[in-house]
């Protein structure tokens, strides 16, 4: 069964340094989702991406995030400067056009900054 | 701004019997709203989308029900096992737009 993979599973970064999230999104989807849920809290939108644009983002998307699909397959998450408050697992996620609603998750990336 | 009530504190319930989780929203009008299963270090895992002219969606052992006027959805597991211990998340809304979970409901069944 076709499942969405996200790299690394765990990423451990200095405060102020630069991360990249990858993600490849099941193979035939068209839409691409981030997510992040800080310990013990709950799963936050981030970002949905949509024919190589933005389609909609929450207000914690700030500056320093930024998303790409640099290639067919790929989907990447770009935190710019990373802050303590940014350590939480990150999810990707994506739906297909035969089913927009049924969101499949990855295993996510926990992300530590210290 | 949008918010979502789901039982904050963890359900126990015996193996066999049958869970029901509430879920309210407010400040919403959803055309659909989604139920989600999250395991511990795990993603979120699809489970049931209701629309909202639905009064009642089934799927196996889950059942969903859409209440627009209440504003509220109950899930329920009937003949529930311990691998149905888990998260629930309850999300209004659907399509392509991003989701709005609520906290989600721990769930234990007990043998």
């Known amino acids: 069964e076709p499942e969405v993979t996200q790299t690394p599973s765990h990423q451990v970064t200095q405060m102020g340094q630069e991360v990249i999230l990858r993600c490849v999104p099941i193979?035939?989807?068209?839409?691409f989702y981030w997510y992040r849920q800080i310990l013990g809290q709950k799963v936050e939108f981030l970002v949905s991406?949509?024919?190589?644009?933005?389609?909609?983002k929450s207000e914690i998307f700030d500056d320093q995030f930024s998303v790409e699909r640099p290639d067919g397959s790929n989907f990447t998450l770009k935190i710019r400067s990373t802050k303590l408050e940014d350590s939480a697992m990150y999810f990707c996620?994506?739906?297909?056009?035969?089913?927009?609603?049924?969101?499949?998750f990855g295993p996510g990336t926990r992300l530590t900054v210290l | 701004s949008q918010k979502i009530e789901q039982n904050s504190e963890a359900l126990n319930i015996q193996e066999g019997k049958t869970a029901t989780l509430t879920c309210n929203y407010t400040?919403?009008?959803?055309?659909?709203l989604q139920w989600y299963r999250q395991d511990p270090g795990r993603g979120p895992v699809f489970l049931l989308l209701?629309?909202?002219?639905?009064k009642e969606k089934r799927k196996e052992r889950l059942k969903v029900t859409f209440d627009t006027t209440l504003k509220q959805s109950l899930f329920h597991i009937t003949a529930s096992q311990p691998a149905d211990s888990a998260t629930y998340l309850c999300?209004?809304?659907?399509?392509?737009?991003?989701?709005?979970f609520g906290k989600g409901t721990h769930l234990i069944i007990q043998p």
């Open positions: 400040n919403y009008s959803p055309a659909y």
């Open positions: 999300a209004p809304g659907g399509g392509a737009d991003g989701l709005t």
């Open positions: 193979s035939n989807h068209l839409y």
């Open positions: 996620a994506s739906s297909g056009t035969r089913n927009v609603n049924e969101q499949f």
């Open positions: 991406f949509y024919n190589n644009e933005i389609s909609e």
């Open positions: 209701i629309r909202e002219n639905e």
